[in-house]
């Protein structure tokens, strides 16, 4: 696989809490150059980033991040506020403590309400991977498939670990047919990446590749 090629199934990040203006604006451009899936950027710059680059660049954000334990109504608003803004894909993270406790139903139900919303924007669900026993996953897999999302994402780079081969392996075994899979969180170098898209991964979320993949791209390699 070329480093083009791999940079087009990149979601070029930044979600850092202290993300400037000139940051943002950084990773959009190495996104237009480099022709990245799309910039993963938090929701206050969402707005802005559209105003300024319009259809030119494909708008990720995230929604309940990074801890997934807000109120369902309170991540509708959120998604749909990033629709209006110009966003075209979501990142949601969910209800974790709901996982833990069991509740799968009413967690199958939140996502099928924020895909409700999204229509045919796409969303993506971030499981955290890293706070899950296996039991818990492979729910979650089913909840993710039966509420119509259309990817599951391993983790929010936030957590006290990020994706593993392990899990997509994991993940490919018990998702739908229709359903995506995104790894994020510790892919840190050209091997990694690499890796996860060779397992079967769609996207990779990772605010490196860029940086470790921009020489071969130009070159053609």
Known sequence: MTAEEMLQKVDHTQLKAYATWED???????????????????????????????EKLNICTVVGFPLGYSVTEAKLAEVEQALKDGCSEIDMVVNISDVKNGL??????????????????????????????????IAMCR???????????????????GATKEDVQLFRKYIGPQVKIKA???????EDLESFLELGCDRVGTSKAVGLL????????
Do not use: M, N, W
């Open 24 to 54: 943002i604006q950084k990773l959009c451009e190495e996104a237009l150059r480099y022709r990245t899936a799309s910039v993963c950027i938090p929701p206050a710059y969402v707005a802005r980033v559209h105003e300024q680059y319009g």
């Open 143 to 161: 909840a993710v498939t039966a509420a119509g999302a259309d990817y599951i994402k391993t983790s929010t780079g936030f957590g006290t670990g």
């Open 104 to 137: 799968y139903d009413k967690v199958e139900q939140e996502i099928r309400t924020l895909k409700r919303a999204c229509g045919d924007h796409i969303l993506k669900v971030i499981v955290e991977t890293c706070y899950l026993t296996e039991e818990e996953k």
């Open 184 to 190: 994020a969180g510790g892919v840190s170098t050209a």
């Open 214 to 221: 921009k020489g071969e791209a130009a070159e053609g390699k």
